[in-house]
């Protein structure tokens, strides 16, 4: 069982490259988000995709966008890093209504 | 204040004894409740979901109290492999995606 995938698992960018870190989930959910973690900060809601086709802003969403480009995958990209994006980010699925989330293993991203 | 909240710890805890710590969140409307289990650096998982009044899981045990809204854990005979971060998440049911609410943790060392 893959559950949810994220690539690449670490990323060194400097100050003002692009990347997009990708998710895939095999379980079929109907949402997804995007958390990153900060030491000290716990985890904090960048973007979601509650269904196929719709995307909203989480906690933090300034400096990143998302698309949901199917029912199993959705992408998170920084346009223009910042040092202040170094974080480690989080994939996560959830299936039904009320149902807990799943994790995908993580993206640690160092922006120099 | 935040939404949900936690004691950050760390609980230090002698292999064998009882922990227990809370978790007390603001929004009444939060339906249902999740424990997750965090190592360091390592992607959350899935402990204990609480949808009415509590779970009980081995050694783990979860109560929600919606009158004084907090939702405790308590982990029994406590083994060195239980030393982690525990997070509380609390979630709201919304037509436009379930929102989620992380704390910010409550870390646990075990001690021989």
């Known amino acids: 069982n893959a559950g949810v995938t994220q690539t690449p698992k670490f990323q060194v960018l400097k100050t003002g490259q692009s990347m997009t870190l990708q998710c895939a989930q095999d379980?079929?959910?109907?949402?997804m988000y995007w958390y990153r973690q900060d030491p000290g900060m716990g985890l904090r809601l960048i973007y979601y995709?509650?269904?196929?086709?719709?995307?909203d802003k989480g906690e933090v969403p300034n400096g990143y966008n998302v698309s949901r480009l199917n029912k199993r995958e959705f992408s998170l990209r920084l346009e223009s890093a910042a040092p202040s994006q170094t974080s480690v980010y989080f994939c996560?699925?959830?299936?039904?209504?009320?149902?807990?989330?799943?994790f995908g293993n993580g993206t640690r991203l160092t922006v120099t | 204040r935040k939404e949900v909240e936690q004691d950050p710890g760390p609980f230090n805890v002698p292999e064998g004894a009882t922990v227990a710590f809370n978790c007390t969140y603001s929004?009444?409307?939060?339906?249902?409740f999740f424990w997750y289990r965090q190592d360091c650096r390592k992607e959350p998982k899935l402990l204990m979901s609480?949808?009415?009044s509590g779970n009980e899981d081995g050694r783990f045990t979860a109560q929600l109290n919606r009158a004084s809204q907090y939702i405790s854990l308590l982990i029994r005979d406590s083994k060195l492999s239980d030393s982690a971060t525990y997070l509380c998440?609390?979630?709201?049911?919304?037509?436009?995606?379930?929102?989620?609410?992380f704390g910010g943790g409550t870390r646990v060392l075990v001690k021989p």
């Open positions: 379980m079929n959910h109907n949402s």
């Open positions: 609480v949808y009415s």
């Open positions: 995709s509650a269904s196929e086709g719709t995307t």
């Open positions: 929004n009444s409307a939060s339906q249902s």
């Open positions: 998440v609390g979630t709201m049911i919304k037509a436009a995606g379930n929102k989620l609410t």
């Open positions: 996560a699925s959830s299936g039904y209504r009320d149902s807990p989330l799943h």
